[in-house]
């Protein structure tokens, strides 16, 4: 008799947990240095100037400074303030983005 080879396909249902790369944009984004530090220690999210909320855990060595918050931080922290007035009041008469 001869041999025959038993072949068998077994579905893998196992969950990939591997985290992305990191950003999607792949930016370096500023945020205030305090809350950088803590973040760094505790793992705690932060928000950049231009808005965007996430944990850091990249070297922003690697990656270009977004467009966004060099240009706010380029306003000043008066230019800021008036900026993000201007958004808010925007946002409340229902005119521009947010």
């Keep these: ?3 025959m080879k038993r072949t068998e396909t077994v579905q893998d249902e196992r969950t990939d947990a591997r985290l992305d790369e990191g ?3 792949r930016f370096a ?5 305090s809350k950088l ?3 760094l220690i505790n793992g705690s999210p ?3 100037l231009c ?5 850091p855990s990249r070297d922003p060595e690697r990656f270009p400074i977004c467009p966004e918050c060099k240009r706010l931080f380029d306003l000043g922290p008066e230019g800021r303030r008036r900026e993000w007035e201007e958004r808010l009041r925007d946002a409340r008469s229902g005119g521009g983005s947010p």
């Design 1 to 3: 008799m001869a041999s």
């Design 51 to 55: 808005g965007k909320v996430w944990v």
């Design 37 to 39: 530090t803590e973040a």
């Design 29 to 33: 984004h500023y945020v205030e240095k």
């Design 46 to 48: 932060v928000i950049a």
């Design 23 to 25: 950003d999607h944009d």
